[in-house]
Structure formats: structure tokens, C-alpha cells
């Protein structure tokens, strides 16, 4: 059992190296220019020395003042992230589909007000300046967590909508600290939906749910497949095709989460990763 152990570990291993050498690089400033990565943002003086920062972005066919209400009204019960609604929005009194159109309701909030991002999380209104940038904020008193959306004009009525997150972690917390490596992880996926989501909305072009609903699943289940695919090497024989369906299983399930895959071509690399962990179970588990 040590030496499956150790197999599992050195799986772990690489598939971390892997994450952290090429594609957390790639995750924490998808669509943002070097320029846009590297200048300051409001916000930034929250958390001048964070664990995680992360500047995202995208172009969107529409004005600072078409977006910016879009921006405003996002929140659970609200509108809304635009992102996986059947994560985000589980249990809203809003509805399930994050919202299409532009609420009245929800365009005059002012600083300090209750931004509430999940049935029992929420944070709050730090700063907001029409038509330029929002900051949400933690609830911690030293270095809280910070979420900026700022908008920038382009020439052609376009704009840059920019993300700027910045964090630091709890070490000595583990519930903390588990929550945290779970947004270490998946924060890109939520973050770049909303993105394409606000881009969407704004240019009268949005996802059906069930789009968003295959590529949800498809991150679900690769992730999966490779929890499965660790379980194998431990519960099989341990051989060389055993380990490397486990490996394997580690390079899609970093590939579809993180890489700019279309979701019918990441659907087709989890069907090959299941194909080959159903290859390497056939044989019986090892009796003791």
C-alpha cells in the first residue's frame, strides 16, 4: 500500500507542478494585457501585499455607461453573476437564471451597503464610482479580500471591463484556508464566466443555460474522473498503464479547466480519460 501511496503522491506531484509552472500563471490574468496586469487599480491599497492577485478581462461592444448597470445589480438574489447559474444561484429568490435585463431595483446602492455573493456569504459595497469602478470587500479587518471591477473607454464605443481580485490566505485557519484553496482553484472558471457573461448581455447576445450547463458539467466531471482515476491506483494493481490513466486523468482535468478549450473538444479529452480508466479497472482489485 506505500508503494501505491507514493504512486498517488507523485501524480499529485506533477500535475501540481503543472498548475503552478504553467497554467496558474495563465489563470490569474486571463484576457488582461501586460499593461493592464501591471498598472494600479482602486482597491489595490486594501491588500498591498496579497497571497493571490489576479487581473482578468475582456472587450465589450458598449460604453462604460451601457455596462456599468450590468455591474451594479450583480449579487445572489439580485441579478445575479451571469457565470453557472446553477451553482451561483441555487436557492435565490430570484429565480435560478441570473437576470437578462437591466432591475431598477438594484441601480442605487451606495458604500457600505451588502453585496451578498451566496446564501451565507457576503461582502460589501468599499467603493463606487459610476461608470468607473466598484469594489467589493471582505469582511476581515487586516488585509480583507478585494474584488474590483473597473471600466475603461475604448475608441468605437468600446470598453475594458478589468477584474482585479486580491486576497490573502488564512494558514492557521483550516476551514479558511479551505475555502481559499477551492477559489485558488476554481476562481478563474466563475470569474472569466461573468466576464463573458456581463460581454453577453451587453451586446444582446446571451448564453442559453443549457450552454453554460454542458461546460459546468464537463468541468465537474473531469475533475471527478481524475479523483477516480487516483482511487484506481489504490484499490488496483499498480501497474504502469494504472498509474499513467491517473496521470492522464490529472493532464485533462488541468486542460479542460484551465486551457482555451472549445467544451465540445474538452466533452471529447474526458470521454478518452474515462475510455482509458475503464481499460485499466477491468482487471479485478488486488486482495490483500
Known amino acids: 500500500m506505500l508503494t501505491k501511496i507514493l504512486a498517488v503522491l507523485t501524480v499529485l506531484l506533477l500535475v501540481g507542478i503543472s498548475y503552478f509552472a504553467w497554467f496558474r500563471p495563465y ?42 448597470p450590468w455591474l451594479l445589480q450583480m449579487g445572489y438574489g439580485r441579478a ?44 460589501t459595497f468599499y467603493a463606487i464610482e459610476p461608470h468607473r469602478h466598484l469594489i467589493w470587500v471582505g469582511s476581515e479587518e487586516v ?5 474590483t471591477w473597473a471600466l475603461y473607454p475604448l475608441g468605437g464605443s468600446q470598453s475594458r471591463l478589468v477584474s482585479r481580485i486580491r486576497w490573502s490566505y488564512h494558514w492557521t485557519s483550516i476551514s479558511a484556508f479551505s475555502l481559499e484553496l477551492f477559489t485558488e482553484l476554481a476562481d478563474h472558471i466563475a470569474v472569466r464566466k461573468i466576464l463573458q457573461g456581463v460581454k453577453g448581455r451587453v451586446e444582446g447576445n446571451v448564453e442559453p443555460m443549457w450552454v453554460q450547463n454542458t461546460e459546468f458539467f464537463t468541468f465537474v466531471g473531469t475533475f471527478f474522473t481524475f479523483a477516480a482515476a487516483l482511487l484506481l491506483i489504490l484499490l488496483r494493481r499498480l501497474t504502469w ?15 479542460t479547466w484551465y486551457a482555451p478549450l472549445p467544451t465540445s473538444l474538452s466533452i471529447l479529452l474526458g470521454l478518452a480519460t474515462i475510455g482509458a480508466l475503464y481499460l485499466t479497472s477491468r482487471k479485478r482489485p488486488e486482495v490483500a
Open 241 to 255: 498503464q494504472t498509474w499513467g490513466a491517473g496521470l492522464l486523468a490529472g493532464a485533462i482535468w488541468l486542460t
Open 143 to 147: 488585509e480583507p479580500g478585494a474584488f
Open 80 to 123: 445575479g453573476f451571469y457565470g453557472y447559474d446553477l451553482l451561483e444561484n441555487v436557492g435565490s429568490s430570484a429565480g435560478i437564471r441570473s437576470a437578462d435585463e437591466i432591475l431598477p431595483e438594484f441601480q442605487y446602492f451606495r458604500e457600505g451597503d451588502e453585496v451578498p455573493i451566496s446564501a451565507v456569504v457576503s461582502m
Open 27 to 68: 489563470q490569474l490574468n486571463w484576457g488582461a494585457t501586460t499593461a493592464e496586469v501591471g498598472q494600479p487599480m482602486a482597491g489595490d491599497e486594501l491588500n498591498p501585499d496579497p497571497s493571490f492577485r489576479a487581473t482578468r478581462a475582456i472587450t465589450i461592444a458598449g460604453t462604460p455607461e451601457e455596462v456599468w
